[in-house]
């Protein structure tokens, strides 16, 4: 089984900053995709920002130039640098990642989709 947990949300005054963490354990092969996802009150789920195996990132339009995603292959970490903060990022942040779970399904390219447990963060005005 893969668990991944995520830490380092909390309130903090607008313009300020954060960084969260999720790290992945288990029964992990390899790791493909991780990324960061929000979902605040009476709103869905949303990507925020992700990072490919090699490093390659993708954000959301209302993160870019403020939020920088960064992974440790090695631990198993994605992390999520958070500056600038406005009230409208207050959510809970989950963690994704897609994983192959052994050299098989590594051989197969088949990953399987992972999901922390969320991490709040609340930015005040």
């Known amino acids: 089984q893969v668990q991944l947990v995520e830490s380092g949300g909390g309130l903090v005054q607008a313009g300020e900053s954060l960084r969260l963490s999720c790290v992945a354990s288990?029964?992990?092969?390899?790791?493909?995709?991780m990324g960061w996802y929000r979902q605040a009150p009476g709103k869905q789920r949303e990507l925020v920002a992700t990072?490919?195996?090699?490093?390659?990132?993708n954000y959301a339009d209302s993160v870019k130039g403020r939020f920088a995603i960064s992974r440790d292959n090695a631990a198993k970490t994605v992390y999520l640098q958070m500056n600038s903060l406005k009230p409208e990022d207050t959510a809970v942040y989950y963690c994704?990642?897609?994983?192959?779970?052994?050299?098989?399904?590594?051989?197969?390219?088949?990953?399987?989709?992972?999901w922390g447990q969320g991490t709040q963060v609340t930015v005040s005005s």
């Open positions: 990072i490919s195996g090699p490093g390659r990132a």
């Open positions: 994704k990642a897609d994983i192959y779970g052994s050299v098989t399904t590594w051989n197969a390219g088949t990953t399987h989709e992972y």
């Open positions: 288990g029964s992990i092969f390899s790791i493909a995709e």
